[in-house]
């Protein structure tokens, strides 16, 4: 979800700062300049770096030289058109590469799309595209507030519930789904809640003003409809995260700090080395975070990994709640929404920051400062030991990991996104979900209360007046793994009960059934069946003969509980299983479609997997879900703690044995 405040006239990257942190943020203690920081990255060392501001400039002028650049232009994405995977294989180091720039542009209700070579300064393509709706423009989601307060039934209706002035009241410019509504049908509409912000220091989501709602038609300038419910009490009570001790007990607590003295991380460009590890980062508007290239020990690993959707669907079918199901990185965009890293506080202080350099809604090149961060830290585990009696002897050796991580922060939920490499050749990705619950207003103040238990058949009541409505957050992973090369398979390792021999006096135990995946599809994974899930090399075999291979191991992950014909289902139909195989295609990189604003579903996975492809010995990519249903809780109010969830990649007969044997037992100083 996004929050809009009223209109100020600021530049647009002040804006794209101000929607999503500026009540959140403007009135925390200034911070000090950061201890490490690293300069914008206006300059190209490899293909796969994001664009720059001067390549941005290149793109609006060969735009404007074709005719296609006017007052009307907006730019909903610009990134990196990727160079085919073989030509960034087999690149080398310094060796000249060619770049191009994909841009998604509206001009009025008609959508395009472009390719421009940046080199040559010269036009590849421009198809439009019918029947779609674009990622929002920050320009709209400011409008849809402004037009509202403008409109004589909303001034109406928040007279009913008491305000004279419109100055401290808020707008949440929401995602409208799709749900084959008549009047609905093919307008660019935006379905705004209201909030009172009056008085909050740095925490504005605490008193919506419930029951009033607004159906606003961006592209025609026009309110729909307002719809009012009935006047709901707005909350009071004073929600900030410093007045609200449970105990009174707590004391400062002296400082803990994870901080090395000299960095082990080396960067060349945007390519980081540590340990005996090497990858390529860049930071995408849409997608976010980037991973590329990971290489161990100069083995191939993963060819690419980004979070490619992620869908929040609320779970009340209130009318001003049922088609709260948004797909935050299509429709707003993680990257874009990225937030400052604070040293000591989201990252360790001797984190290295970097910044991002990201279009605007008219294509023209902004700077976030130090939105993502990389760290290493020592875990204060052991990586592995053992203490063996028979002799009294003990060897043990330090966990120590390397964290990338950026922070998108999407209204009131703040999702911190890592990627973890550690010495052994695993490559872990958490996400932690922190922030604020989104809130309904009730009229019950307790449970005791009449009425209360009707109120919470959606949520619970974690606030006087406020229900945090139950919800789910699924993320689809794309991992472009390439294990020992390009070439790989998808293996099912299926732990079978097996009887025992008469001759034993045990009854039973269990072997492994290999199968191997032969087409397309998600996994159907029986539920309560035990399996291992493999990328399997079968041309490279480690020195016993064993195929080598990476596993995936799943974290905790929900799926869907709505039913399949449902409209945000379809939209998300990554969201019904744990995983998906398909082959490699450069143009499949968002699981729910390039357009998942207001579509009516059957893009993305469900159509990749249509032609059924062999994945045997193929160039495959593996799209996880990462799911989990979240029941709000008291304890979640009035700022969550940041709940994680992972899956890793995990070395299965990839080394001939253990890769961390030579990790030292003390460090170097």
């Known amino acids: 979800m996004m929050f809009i405040n009223d209109p100020q006239s600021k530049s647009v990257i002040t804006v794209i700062f101000l929607l999503f942190i500026q009540f959140s943020c403007s009135n925390l203690e200034t911070e000090e300049e950061p201890i490490i920081a690293v300069d914008s990255p206006e300059s190209v060392t490899h293909p796969m770096d994001a664009l720059t501001g001067g390549e941005m400039q290149t793109l609006l002028s060969v735009l404007e030289k074709e005719g296609h650049l006017d007052e009307n232009t907006r730019f909903p994405l610009i990134n990196l058109k990727e160079p085919p995977k073989s030509k960034v294989l087999s690149w080398a180091n310094g060796a000249p590469f060619g770049r191009s720039a994909f841009a998604m542009i509206k001009q009025g209700k008609q959508v395009f799309e472009a390719v421009v070579d940046l080199q040559k300064e010269e036009m590849i393509s421009w198809n439009e595209k019918e029947g779609v709706q674009t990622t929002f423009l920050m320009e709209e989601m400011d409008f849809a507030t402004n037009i509202c307060k403008e409109n004589k039934d909303w001034q109406e209706a928040i007279k009913k519930r008491g305000y004279t002035s419109f100055d401290d009241i808020s707008g949440q410019p929401l995602s409208p789904g799709y749900y084959n509504i008549p009047e609905e049908e093919g307008l660019r509409l935006i379905k705004a809640a209201f909030m009172d912000h009056g008085g909050a220091k740095n925490h504005i989501f605490g ?57 082990n991380i080396k960067r060349d460009g945007n390519v980081y080395s540590w340990d005996l590890w090497k990858f390529h980062f860049r930071i995408d508007s849409r997608l976010g975070p980037i991973l590329s290239l990971a290489k161990f020990d100069d083995r191939s690993v993963v060819y690419q990994m980004s979070i490619s959707e992620m869908q929040v669907p609320y779970q009340d079918p209130d009318i001003g709640w049922f088609y709260r199901t948004f797909m935050d990185v299509g429709e707003y965009g993680f990257g874009s929404l990225a937030t400052p890293l604070l040293l000591g506080k989201d990252v360790p202080e001797d984190a290295i920051l970097q910044d991002a350099i990201l279009p605007n809604d008219r294509g023209e090149a902004t700077v976030l400062s130090n939105v993502a961060a990389i760290f290493e830290r020592n875990t204060g585990k052991p990586l592995w030991r053992h203490y063996e009696g028979m002799n009294q002897t003990q060897e043990s050796r330090p966990a120590v990991e390397l964290v990338l991580r950026m922070i998108p922060t999407i209204g009131n939920y703040d999702y911190m996104v890592d990627f973890i490499f550690t010495q052994n050749g695993n490559i872990k990705v958490e996400v932690g979900a922190t922030g604020i619950d989104a809130v309904k207003g009730v009229k019950a103040q307790s449970m005791d209360d009449e009425g209360a238990e009707e ?88 020195y016993l003969g064993n195929n080598t291979s990476y596993h995936l191991r799943p974290g905790m992950s929900h799926l869907s509980l709505l039913d399949p014909e449902d409209y945000p289902q379809k939209r998300a139909a990554f969201a ?18 390039m357009y998942p604003n207001a579509s009516k579903g059957g893009d993305g996975l469900p159509n990749f997997i249509s032609d059924n492809q062999s994945i045997v010995n193929e160039d495959i990519v593996l799209w996880y879900t990462m799911g989990f249903h979240h029941l709000t809780i008291s304890e979640d109010w009035p700022i969550l703690s940041t709940m994680l969830y992972s899956f890793t990649l995990r070395p299965f007969n990839f080394f001939d044995r253990n890769p961390a044997l030579d990790v030292k037992a003390e460090f170097k100083e």
């Open 576 to 593: 019904a299983r744990h995983l998906w195989v398909t082959t490699y295609n450069p143009d499949e990189n968002y699981a729910a479609g």
């Open 455 to 542: 109120e919470t058949q959606y949520g619970e009541l974690i606030a006087k007046g406020l229900v945090g409505t139950y919800h789910d957050h699924f993320l689809s992973f794309r991992v472009d793994v390439d294990i020992d090369g390009s070439k790989n398979s998808f293996q099912r390792d299926k732990l079978v009960k097996t009887k025992f021999p008469d001759n034993v006096p045990r009854l039973s135990g269990w072997k492994v059934e290999p199968e191997t995946k032969q087409s397309e599809g998600p996994v159907e994974k029986v539920m309560g069946q035990d399996e291992f899930w493999r990328i399997v090399n079968p041309n490279q075999k480690n």
């Open 207 to 263: 008193k919506p003003i419930e029951g009033l709602y607004a159906i606003v038609d961006i592209e025609n300038k026009t309110v729909l409809k307002i719809i009012d419910t009935g006047v709901i009490p707005v909350n009071t009570e004073n929600h900030d995260y410093d007045e609200g001790s449970v105990s009174g007990k707590r004391q400062q607590m002296h400082a803990v700090r994870n901080t090395a003295p000299t960095t």
